[in-house]
């Protein structure tokens, strides 16, 4: 069941587009090696691209390097995998200036459960359809399986952008951000080199 579920998961987080483009970067790389050899500023170009598409994989969304500077520093730090792809998926996590934060919202759980009331309303309905016509028990009984059947393939692509989101930023949120304070490099003051007097 839960190979099922990851399945399901990596299906509707798009993250087979991102392993699509990363195999064709390989066979760019390929050609760039066999053109231009290792050393090439070209084969630099290619490889550091195939490195952001292969980390992009790893954690379902291509981020930009500092986020995933603090997503590798936060997994490092303990936090579950699962929770820091549902943050860089949903862009939960982002760079801010020199700073990477999660971001909280205040719409985010009202997005999250009306999301969820809107598909069991929906499922309700469609099966009161099927429940309420002139059709056999066993059609009716079929019918409502069938519509269970699609709303449980379908609940995990709207879960994964609505309430899991949600539940992942509550979840490690405040791990993350510590990571991101201590996988930053500190900030040097600035000073002004020239006084402004009059």
Not at 116 to 137: D, E, Q, R, T, Y
Not at 152 to 164: C, D, I
Request: charged share 25%; hydrophobic share 45%.
């Amino acid at each position: 069941m839960r190979t099922v579920s990851e399945t399901r998961d990596r299906f509707w987080s798009g993250v087979w587009w991102t392993e699509w483009r990363r195999w064709r970067q390989e066979d760019r790389m390929a050609e760039v090696l066999a053109e231009a050899g290792e050393d090439s500023m070209a084969a630099r170009t290619v490889t550091e691209r195939h490195r952001w598409l292969e980390r992009g994989v790893k954690y379902w969304r291509p981020s930009p390097p500092l986020v995933v500077a603090v997503l590798e520093a936060s997994e490092r730090a303990g936090v579950p995998r699962r929770d820091l792809r549902l943050l860089a998926l949903n862009r939960d996590i982002c760079q801010v200036g020199d700073d990477v934060r999660v971001r909280r919202t205040w719409w985010a759980p009202v997005l999250a459960y009306s999301a969820l009331i809107l598909i069991l309303c929906h499922w309700a309905l469609l099966s009161a359809l099927v429940v309420f016509s002139p059709a056999s028990w066993i059609s009716k009984f079929i019918g409502v399986g069938v519509i269970t059947l699609l709303y449980w393939f379908l609940w995990p692509g709207f879960g994964l952008y609505s309430t899991r989101a949600y539940a992942a930023v509550k979840r490690s949120g405040t791990a993350v951000d510590e990571a991101a304070r201590s996988a930053m490099p500190p900030k040097a003051p600035v000073f002004a080199l020239i006084s402004r007097e009059k």
